[in-house]
């Protein structure tokens, strides 16, 4: 791959290696906190696809309680909007299932959405993790997924318990960094995190986690930290690596 960072700090754009696969967005409309509407959903993709994305992976929230989505509600919220995408993109669906108790008759009968073959992508609360976390990830791996936790370093009651990070890879998880965290995005201990878990080559994937067109590009002159920004991190390598890991999800 073209050494994207043979210029000191490049834009984060500027990091997407050509036919680049998001594993995690929220482009499907109404049906999440993500994309509210079709329109929406398809000013997203264009952009994506002018970053030099070939596929988007759909992954709305399932999160008992508070977006109450099932394998019906996401094929068809998806359906409505692969009638309308006319990008040179592919667009294909999976779920970000929430680790709580919801999660286990999901994974009984088999019935996770995945974003390829047997890898599923679970994420946390942000206040705290479920008090039967490792049980569930032995549920799933005894039942043959492979769990991808989402945006690891986001979990800040993680950062002074870094053997905790350890402890979840050892059990089998694979760690998904947001890209929108490298350049500082969501704040700078998360930066710092983002870093460290890069430098101990504790990142397999890489994610947009795009919620929205703001997360992309400037809009309307209201400058934001979006896919615009300069990346921050200092362990570049690494960060190349998952970049071109995502390609096995073609």
Request: glycine residues 4%; positive net charge; contains cysteine.
């Amino acid at each position: 791959m073209f050494n994207i960072f043979s210029r000191a700090k490049p834009k984060l754009s500027d990091l997407i290696p050509k036919n680049f696969v998001d594993i995690h967005s929220h482009v499907l409309p109404g049906i999440d906190d993500g994309a509210k509407n079709i329109d929406e959903s398809l000013k997203m993709i264009y952009e994506m696809s002018m970053l030099g994305f070939s596929k988007i992976i759909g992954t709305p929230h399932t999160y008992e309680g508070v977006h109450n989505n099932t394998n019906k509600s996401i094929e068809k919220s998806f359906q409505r909007l692969q009638e309308k995408n006319h990008e040179n993109i592919a667009i294909s669906y999976a779920s970000e299932y929430m680790l709580d108790n919801s999660i286990f008759e999901k994974i009984r009968s088999k019935s996770l959405l995945c974003l390829k073959n047997n890898y599923v992508l679970v994420e946390m609360s942000y206040i705290s993790p479920p008090i039967n976390l490792y049980e569930i990830i032995f549920e799933l791996r005894t039942n043959g997924y492979i769990p991808v936790l989402a945006h690891p370093e986001r979990y800040r009651f993680l950062h002074h318990n870094f053997k905790e990070f350890e402890k979840l890879l050892n059990h089998g998880c694979k760690f998904q960094l947001n890209l929108l965290s490298v350049s500082g995005y969501y704040g700078d201990d998360i930066l710092k995190i983002s870093d460290l878990l890069l430098e101990k080559n504790m990142i397999s994937f890489v994610g947009s986690d795009a919620h929205s067109i703001s997360h992309i590009k400037i809009i309307n002159g209201i400058r934001r930290k979006n896919f615009e920004s300069r990346v921050r991190v200092k362990n570049k390598k690494q960060l190349e690596l998952a970049l071109d890991n995502n390609s096995s999800f073609k």
